[in-house]
Each structure stands twice: as structure tokens, then as C-alpha cells.
């Protein structure tokens, strides 16, 4: 049976450098959420997303570098539509459904959760009745928290409300930080990254674009198959 694990291993070690060197890839979001932690969490900042980044700082007055790590502390600049946590937060800057559709919201829940088969949490004219934060930054007419770009624009929004603005001192962007997410340690982890943004931001191909970003792809792929045979 050993041996037989090991003749499985190597054809699938095989397979998967094979597939990497002919350029095909998956784009199922289990894989991409385990690539990013895989890959961007230790190298840099996804290029792709730096335009989204810039365009929501010069919405709402922040640095685009905080924006960045805040998205890195909270998903690993994921931007699956999958993403939720285990205490209801959605989307790439992991909002709660209901401050993103707004407090005044009724239901029983009191943490925040709102069941998306309830309640339409793209809907603009809900979202501003209840008082939420969600925001339309692509003006495609709906807020959409599972959205790069309307929940970056959310999360500029907020740090701007709260004493995150670019011309704001360290200690009010701190502040800012911690209204986003109460945890001193979150904000120590989000400055950590800020500072370091500031200092050099090194920016990364895109989604697989890579052959290292290719390999860290299949490996995952592979480990993941390995791991269902046991």
C-alpha cells in the first residue's frame, strides 16, 4: 500500500509540473484564496489591485498603502466571492452584512449577521435607508460587499470617517484602525504592514501569472488531492 502512495505521489508530482509547464490553471475560488495565502501573504502587493487601492484613497483622502494593509491583514488580498469568516464577516475587507446594509436593520441577530437570501445587501436604497456602509465604486448601480472595488471604497470610507485620512496623525490613524476592527493587536498587525508600504511596496504579477505563482498553484492542488487520500 506504501508503495503504491509513493507511485501515485510521483505521477501526481509529475502531472502537476506538466500542467504548470504547458500554462494551464484552475480558477476555482478554494484554490485562489490558498494562493494568495500561499504566495502574496509573504512576497508583496497584488499589482492588479493597486489601481483599486489608489482610486478609494482619492474617494475618501487615505493612503492607498493602508488601504493595501488593511486588505492584507484582513483576507491576504483575497478577492474570492467565498470569503467568510467564522463570525459572519464577508467580502475582501470582511465587512458584517449588516453594517454594510445598516444598523437600523431589524433582525434577531445581534452580531451582525444577516442571511443573504433575506435581504437583497447590494440594494443602494436600502443601504442608505438603514444607514449602512456599503458603497457603489464602480457606479455599476449596486454595493456589493463581496466586490474588490465597493469594499475598498467602504473601507476608505470608514478609515476617513474615523481619523484615517492621509493628512491625520499616526496616533488618529491608529485610532481609525482600531474603530475598524476593536483589537489592538489588529492594529499593531495593519501598521506593521503600513509602515512597511511605506518604507517599498514590491508589486506582484496578477492572478497566476508567474510560473512561481503557477508552481504555488498546482502544489496546492496536489497537497490538497494527497490530503483526500488519507
Known amino acids: 500500500m506504501k508503495r503504491l502512495m509513493l507511485r501515485l505521489t510521483s505521477i501526481m508530482l509529475v502531472t502537476v509540473l506538466f500542467l504548470v509547464a504547458i500554462g494551464w490553471f484552475g480558477q476555482d475560488d478554494k484554490v ?22 489608489e482610486d478609494a484613497a482619492d474617494t475618501y483622502d487615505v493612503d492607498w498603502r493602508l488601504l493595501a494593509a488593511v486588505h492584507r491583514v484582513e483576507t491576504i488580498f483575497s ?32 452580531k451582525g449577521d444577516v442571511p443573504e437570501d433575506e435581504v437583497d445587501l447590494t440594494d443602494l436604497t436600502l ?31 470608514y478609515l476617513s470617517e474615523h481619523g484615517g485620512r492621509s493628512t491625520d496623525s499616526t496616533e488618529s490613524i491608529r485610532s481609525a484602525i482600531f474603530e ?11 501598521m506593521s504592514y503600513y509602515e ?35
Open 127 to 157: 443601504i442608505e435607508q438603514y444607514g449602512g456602509l456599503g458603497r457603489d465604486g464602480n457606479n455599476d448601480g449596486q454595493a456589493d460587499p463581496h466586490s474588490l472595488i465597493d469594499s475598498a471604497h467602504a473601507a476608505a470610507y
Open 180 to 190: 475598524y476592527n476593536r483589537s489592538e493587536q489588529y492594529v499593531d498587525n495593519v
Open 32 to 53: 485562489n484564496n490558498a494562493l494568495y495565502r500561499a504566495y502574496y501573504g509573504d512576497h508583496g502587493v497584488p499589482s492588479d489591485h493597486v489601481s483599486v487601492y
Open 79 to 110: 478577492h474570492s466571492a467565498s470569503m467568510r469568516s467564522s463570525v459572519g464577516a464577508i467580502g475582501p475587507f470582511q465587512f458584517m452584512p449588516r453594517t454594510w446594509l445598516g444598523w437600523q436593520y431589524d433582525t434577531d441577530d445581534q
Open 196 to 230: 512597511q508600504y511605506q518604507d517599498e511596496v514590491t508589486l506582484l504579477p496578477g492572478d497566476a501569472k508567474s510560473t512561481k505563482q503557477q508552481v504555488a498553484r498546482y502544489a496546492i492542488r496536489y497537497l490538497e488531492w494527497f490530503a483526500s487520500l488519507t
